[in-house]
């Protein structure tokens, strides 16, 4: 077990503290607010962020879009740049704040800002900027990452710097009472999938990545099954928190990571559109059977510690059978329908894809080859 960690944004949880924002942001700033397609404007967010930026000299720019393309920022990366914006302000879910991580990169940065996620460009600076989380789901408001759309060429792809990591993360759980159900389904199974993604590996026996990612899957598994009382201020501060606590870097800190997963996963994204949760939910059972042997320990241990199964020899496989059960009874397919045309084509399509990208050893041992993805796919793909 050998690593660094440092997690250096500051959170202010709990409801009403979005006005806590006014003396976060350094006064004498030039703010850029950025949002999404206005689900702010309706449900009142917008107003206290309005009435909270009071003292400061501001301008918005809104329209980032779910699964944020390079095309819409590079729109924000431009006004950043033209007026000398110094501070960011990102209100809105992952996609929004890792939209803004590329605005912040980019506009230090004087080439195209996709050669970021190609790895032509090392971030060595960027813009300052601060998060007002309003869909708790992808770890964004306390992590380094993010992950761009180019729509023009359907790749996703992710970045991580430390110069993205925001300076602050406002978690009010009363922004979520606005949320479709199926985006608060989509936050649950998220957050899951991150947790399983560093846990769902090998035995290494470091006791608290592993005893506090048992914590936070046995939380979400709790959620879901309240998930019919989930209108109770106590379920929503539940789920914000532990969402963000499956990304902020703490149970990935000294592990193996596997994220085959996400990978895949964002291809369904970038190719048919589907939600980032979903992509995951369809893919993470085939990956687990496909991958069952690597794994088996863990997922014993999983079973065993969240789902508290009887010990039995196939209970690395009763797991992954609840696993889909979680997300079924959530109302999310563990299936792919939503893709065009033939099956086989479906399958060949998300293959040519994951090569383009390198994506070609997957998981915590690079186990998951080309060969591998596509007896996942199969399985995958209805
Ligand atoms: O556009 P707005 O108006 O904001 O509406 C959004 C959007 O339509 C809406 N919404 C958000 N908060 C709301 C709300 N509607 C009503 N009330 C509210 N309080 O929800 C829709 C989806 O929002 P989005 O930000 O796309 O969802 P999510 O937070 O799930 O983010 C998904 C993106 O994050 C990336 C995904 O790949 C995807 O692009 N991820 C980022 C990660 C990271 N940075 O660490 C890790 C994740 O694994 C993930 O890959
Ligand atoms: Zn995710």
Redesign the pocket.
């Known amino acids: 077990m050998k690593f660094a960690y440092q997690n250096s944004t500051k959170i202010f949880f709990g409801q009403g503290q979005i006005e806590a924002i006014a003396t976060a942001i350094p006064a004498d700033s030039r703010v850029l607010v950025v949002?999404?397609?206005?689900?702010?404007k309706k449900?009142g967010?917008y107003d206290q962020v309005v009435t909270s930026l009071a003292q400061h000299q501001w301008q918005e720019f809104s329209g980032?879009?779910?699964?944020?393309t390079k095309e819409t920022l590079d729109k924000a990366v431009e006004i950043v740049k033209s007026d000398r914006i110094d501070f960011i302000l990102a209100v809105?879910?992952?996609?929004?704040?890792?939209g803004c991580k590329y605005i912040a990169a980019a506009s230090h940065y004087a080439g195209d800002g996709w050669d970021i996620l190609v790895g032509k460009h090392t971030v060595t600076s960027a813009t300052p900027l601060g998060a007002i989380l309003?869909?708790p789901?992808?770890?964004?408001e306390s992590?380094s990452?993010?992950?761009i759309t180019k729509a023009e060429t359907q790749d996703?792809l992710?970045f991580l710097s430390p110069f993205v990591q925001p300076m602050f993360a406002v978690m009010d759980p009363d922004?979520?009472k606005?949320?479709?159900e199926r985006?608060l389904v989509?936050?649950l199974v998220?957050a899951w999938v991150?947790v399983c993604e560093q846990y769902l590996t090998f035995n290494h026996g470091h006791m608290v990545q592993d005893g506090y990612a048992e914590v936070l899957l046995r939380n979400l598994k709790q959620l879901a099954d309240q998930y019919p009382q989930r209108d109770s201020d106590e379920w929503r501060a539940n789920l914000m928190w532990t969402a963000n606590q499956a990304?902020n870097g703490l149970i990935g800190s000294g592990v193996p990571h596997d994220w085959a997963t996400?990978m895949i996963g964002?291809e369904l994204?970038a190719l048919w559109h589907v939600d980032?949760?979903r992509s995951l939910a369809i893919i993470q059972p085939s990956l687990l059977r496909n991958q069952l042997d690597n794994k088996r320990a863990k997922l014993e241990k999983l079973g065993t510690e969240v789902f508290r199964l009887p010990q039995t020899g196939d209970l690395a496989e009763r797991t992954i059978d609840a696993m889909e059960a979680l997300y079924n009874n959530l109302g999310v397919s563990t299936k792919l329908t939503e893709y065009q045309g033939e099956k086989t084509a479906a399958v060949d399509k998300v293959i040519e894809q994951l090569q383009k990208h390198g994506m070609v050893a997957l998981g915590e041992t690079q186990a998951i080859t080309i060969e591998q993805s596509k007896a996942i796919l199969q399985d995958a793909i209805a």
């Open positions: 949002y999404g397609g206005g689900s702010i449900n967010v980032v879009e779910p699964n944020p809105g879910g992952g996609s929004v704040i890792d309003t869909l789901a992808t770890g964004s992590n990452g993010a992950v996703k992710p922004v979520m606005s949320l479709p985006q989509n936050g998220d991150h990304l996400h964002h994204t980032h949760a």
